[in-house]
């Protein structure tokens, strides 16, 4: 147990049996009335977010979140399979239960798999992925406005916005927070 004055960012706490992650906080000392702390926060469960609002003292739980390495090997149908790279054990997750995860993952991606008491909560992908541009429209010359950009499918079958000098078979980094274009690789 710990008091709601000293949560910090990317801390997992046990609130109302649900497990959440502190995205935002912010003490407030308004002119009248006792302080309170908003703090905004992720349900590793099921992935939404909620803003809550706690009165200075009081005391929260910590939840002790396990996060292991493992590296994601291959997909059948619906199922995705993930290998502890020190253990060898390996396991197998669903569609359903990566959401949209799946769009970022190739073979022999390294991930953080999370669980709390044994419960699987998720993966962490890392900021970015290298992934191979497998369809685009050739470049139309003159075409030069500002930000101008086209579509493009990639290996795993996420469609992003590049620039148009991006050509087919080239490999690219998207960021995994909001699939967008981040680099050529």
Do not use: C, W
Request: glycine share 8%; hydrophobic share 40%; no cysteine.
């Amino acid at each position: 147990m710990f008091n709601v004055n000293d949560i910090k960012n990317g801390m997992t706490i046990l609130f109302e049996d649900n497990i959440y992650t502190v995205l935002d906080f912010s003490h407030v000392k308004p002119g009248k009335g006792a302080a309170f702390v908003q703090v905004k926060l992720k349900n590793l469960r099921t992935g939404s977010i909620v803003e809550k609002r706690f009165n200075s003292g009081v005391k929260l739980e910590k939840a002790m979140v396990q996060k292991v390495g493992m590296q994601f090997l291959y997909a059948t149908g619906d199922s995705y399979n993930f290998m502890n790279m020190e253990t060898y054990e390996q396991i197998d997750l669903t569609k359903d239960q990566l959401g949209d995860s799946v769009n970022y993952l190739k073979e022999g991606l390294d991930v953080l798999v999370s669980f709390y008491e044994g419960e699987l909560l998720g993966i962490i992908l890392p900021a970015q992925v290298d992934l191979k541009v497998i369809k685009t429209e050739p470049a139309v010359k003159g075409n030069t406005t500002n930000n101008a950009t086209k579509d493009a499918t990639l290996e795993t079958g996420l469609v992003v916005r590049v620039p148009l000098f991006i050509e087919q078979d080239e490999v690219i980094s998207v960021y995994t927070a909001d699939g967008k274009y981040a680099s050529r690789a």
